[in-house]
């Protein structure tokens, strides 16, 4: 006989990777991104071909599975990543980054 897999089991949280945000057991791979790629209309199967590290689709089917137990506070985790990383690029393009004055651009 087989041996069996719990779900908990395929993902973690770990205070030492991405901050304690929710992975894939072993990974760097956050739910959120599974949630983005699953909700941009991906499949499951497509998700484990487009992310580099994807240890198995039962992963990413717990991942898809806790995303849609989970929606509202996934989604509001995504929005606040979003807000931050749109202020950080508004910052570094009002503090000389598009005059050139750090040469990313230039």
């Not at 929710?22 to 209309?41: F, K, P, Q, S």
């Not at 990383?85 to 990313?104: C, D, I, K, V, Y």
């Amino acid at each position: 006989m087989a041996a069996t897999i719990e779900l908990a089991s395929l993902l973690s949280r770990d205070p030492e990777v991405k901050g304690g945000r929710l992975c894939i057991a072993g990974t760097g791979i956050l739910v959120n991104r599974i949630a983005v790629l699953y909700d941009e209309g991906a499949t499951t199967e497509e998700i484990v071909r487009r992310l580099y590290g994807v240890p198995s689709l039962a992963a990413v089917h717990a991942a898809v599975a806790y995303y849609l137990a989970n929606r509202d506070a996934v989604d509001a985790e995504i929005d606040r990543d979003d807000a931050v990383l749109t202020q950080l690029a508004s910052e570094w393009t009002s503090e000389g980054a598009a005059t050139g004055s750090h040469g990313f651009l230039r």
